[in-house]
């Protein structure tokens, strides 16, 4: 049973040249990555992210998941859906590096929020990868971005609304489905679920840092970016 598994852009993510799935099995909590080798399928366990305080942690992934190919081997992102954490896993020669990068601080393990039920991923020139995430406890998305072995996460949509009515500020529903591609330049754009109005927000980097966002022209509903 294949479950959760997003989009994922052109080229297929390979390892040793084999095109790569990753999947989660009926019954079993953990990820699975599969290969056809000499015409069988071959699949490998990913290991769970390790846990401060708990030397065993039980993975619970679902519903979000994506897969890019990464500047030192194929990277999957997941949603941890019993911490609530965005996870990263890349398979390097060496093997699987799991890593909890976001809804949980990495010292302590103290609970930081609900974070990566939606997410998108994308990886670009000068070795970085980036995975825009819903915060679902801010309301707000997020990017993490990982070059050189460091990561980094910046707000890129706080869904802040000004109501032309009222003038009052409200919070709009935003991330609640996610696209993100990487300019030839390096810069991120974002594309983002408004599902309090039913549109779509764009958010590109800017050289300076930060991000711009605009909503996408139009009268109708829309829904399902991919950028």
Known sequence: AVTGVQTCALPIPVVDGTPAVVWQPSGNWGLQLSRRLAGVWVAEAIPPA?????PSPVSVYGPALAMTSGP????VAAYEAKGGDLVL???????????RIAGRDAP??????DVGASLAMASGGAGRLVIAYRDRSRGQV?????QGGVISSVAVDGGMQT???SGLARVDLVGTALSVAVLPDGRAVVASQDASHGRIR????????GFVTRSMPGNETQGWPVV
């Open 142 to 146: 997020f990017l993490a971005s990982s």
């Open 163 to 165: 109501d032309p009515e």
């Open 72 to 75: 030192t081997g194929l990277a």
């Open 108 to 113: 302590s393990g103290a609970d930081q929020g």
């Open 50 to 54: 390790p846990l401060a305080g708990d």
């Open 89 to 99: 896993a890349v398979r390097s020669a060496n093997g699987w590096n799991a890593t």
């Open 202 to 209: 764009v958010s590109v980097e800017a050289p300076s840092g």
